[in-house]
């Protein structure tokens, strides 16, 4: 078998509820639009229910169904990264497992790369069933991202996108273990283009991604895209030293006259505030510093324990 026209590439994590939904939608997708050559990569990310009872369910029914599965769980942006590193279509889709994003929206996007585009992203319009919260999050983060970053990343948009081979395999030099993939593929080039959309309910079962993620997710965003942070010392350390001036001149003038006891309440204020702002520091400095460490360690982003496909596939023959 030769190499396929397209690979739709889904990590999956814990998503028993919504797999076979999905290969059903996904599969008839490509049928509406005539595409026979096409591989559903699914990864498998150390999930703990059905999910890889399923997958290998899903292979036998489909041979074109390839999975995936990783030696534990690894987190959503690196499963997706093994599931692109294996994955072989001249052009590539990345979708979510839970059908948050229209499969249908391929067709579309398909007519866009012809067009000549590298990167055919969805951009959310409306996002139904997210919690307030959420949406607000969301909305608020990639536009603090946009102002802290010097990329041109569209806002509003997810992993959610169709690439072509070209723009996936400079994604794939790029070695970073805290990845942020959606910023990464802004700061790849090429010519790119968005396609708006809605994006629905999750299908079923509950979201991945609890408050905690989000925040890490949010932190490796902006550690992996900007060193701004960092200089937040720089400001301070100014801010404080002008605003000490006055104070400076007051202690002196203060210790001239003779009262010099008074003043615990400042003291302790002026404590409290320095010792704050420099453990912030401190911790912005960790957040850098802990993962120059890990990244130092060079240890593969992913470990694969088995990877199930085809077996006629000539690809994978010795040669
Ligand atoms: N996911 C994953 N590993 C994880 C967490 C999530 O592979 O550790 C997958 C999940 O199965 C889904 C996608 O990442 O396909 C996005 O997750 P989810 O839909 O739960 O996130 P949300 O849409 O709520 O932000
Ligand atoms: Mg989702």
Redesign the pocket.
């Known amino acids: 078998m030769s190499d396929p026209y397209l690979s739709v590439v ?6 028993e509820a919504v797999l076979e939904e999905l290969i059903k939608r996904v599969t008839s997708a490509l049928q509406d639009i005539n595409i026979s050559s096409y591989e559903i990569v699914l ?1 498998d ?2 999930s703990g229910d059905e999910t890889a009872r399923l997958m290998r369910a899903a292979h036998t029914a489909d041979p074109r169904v390839t999975g995936v599965f990783l030696s534990r ?4 942006q690196l ?2 990264t093994a599931g692109l590193s294996v994955c072989r279509g001249a052009r590539i889709l990345i ?4 059908l ?1 994003d229209p499969p249908e929206l391929l067709g579309p996007m398909l007519e866009k790369m012809d067009q000549g585009f590298d990167v055919v992203y969805g951009k959310r319009i409306n996002r139904a069933g ?1 919690s307030i919260f ?1 949406k607000a999050s969301a909305k608020l983060f990639y536009r603090f991202f946009r102002k802290l970053v010097d990329l041109d990343m569209p806002l509003d948009t ?2 959610f996108r169709l690439m072509s081979r070209k723009a996936l395999n400079v994604l794939l030099q790029m070695p970073e273990q805290h990845r942020f993939i959606r910023g990464m593929v802004s700061w790849i080039g090429f010519r790119q283009a968005a396609l708006e959309y809605e994006r629905a309910e ?1 299908f079923s ?5 609890p408050l905690k ?2 925040l890490l997710f949010a932190a490796d965003a902006i550690t992996g895209f900007s060193t701004i942070p960092l200089r937040l010392a720089t400001w301070l350390g100014f801010l404080c030293a002008l605003s000490s001036v006055p104070v400076a001149i007051y202690v002196l003038l203060g210790f001239m006259r003779g009262t010099t006891v008074q003043g615990w309440t400042s003291v302790m204020l002026i404590v409290l505030i320095l010792g704050a702002i420099q453990l912030i520091v401190i911790g912005i400095l960790g957040e850098y510093i802990g993962r120059l460490y890990m990244q130092s360690k060079q240890r593969p982003l992913f470990v694969i324990d088995e990877v199930l496909r085809d077996e006629a596939d000539d690809t994978l023959a010795p040669p």
């Open positions: 889904v990590p999956c994590y814990n998503e990864v990310d150390g769980n690894h987190g959503h499963a997706l979708i979510d497992a839970d948050q997210e959420k997810g992993d999750r079962g509950e979201t991945k991604y993620k989000m």
